[in-house]
Nanobody, 116 residues
Framework: QVQLVESGGGLVQPGGSLRLSCATSGSAIAFEHMSWFRERPKKEREFVARVFSDGGITSYGEFAKGRFFISGDDPLNTIRLQMNNLEPEDTAVYYC?????????WGQGIQVTVSS
């Protein structure tokens, strides 16, 4: 059974950095694309960033451009999210997402808190 496991969250001060990781267990599957989403308090889940296995193409949500950077292994089954210049508004549960041939997978989520 495929499982996505996030790590690297925690508490960081405004202006600081964190790096999240998402690893796959239970299968040697390689995904077509993998992404990060987040849920801020009392907000809907929103798209953060995506990386495609085809050429390593990436895309970002507007708020993430220039501050967050996604990377993935080849074959694509592990991704990372480097988050820089974090703001209190980035406080959220961050979720890993993966897609392969119509099947979707979610991680359990990991808390990121930006506070002084």
């Amino acid at each position: 059974q495929v499982q996505l496991v996030e790590s690297g969250g925690g508490l960081v001060q405004p202006g600081g950095s964190l790096r999240l990781s998402c690893a796959t267990s239970g299968s040697a599957i390689a995904f077509e694309h993998m992404s990060w989403f987040r849920e801020r308090p009392k907000k809907e889940r929103e798209f953060v960033a995506r990386v495609f296995s085809d050429g390593g193409i990436t895309s970002y949500g507007e708020f993430a451009k220039g501050r967050f950077f996604i990377s993935g292994d080849d074959p694509l089954n592990t991704i990372r999210l480097q988050m820089n210049n974090l703001e209190p508004e980035d406080t959220a549960v961050y979720y890993c997402f993966a897609y392969e041939e119509g099947n979707t997978y979610w991680g359990q989520g990991i808390q990121v808190t930006v506070s002084s």
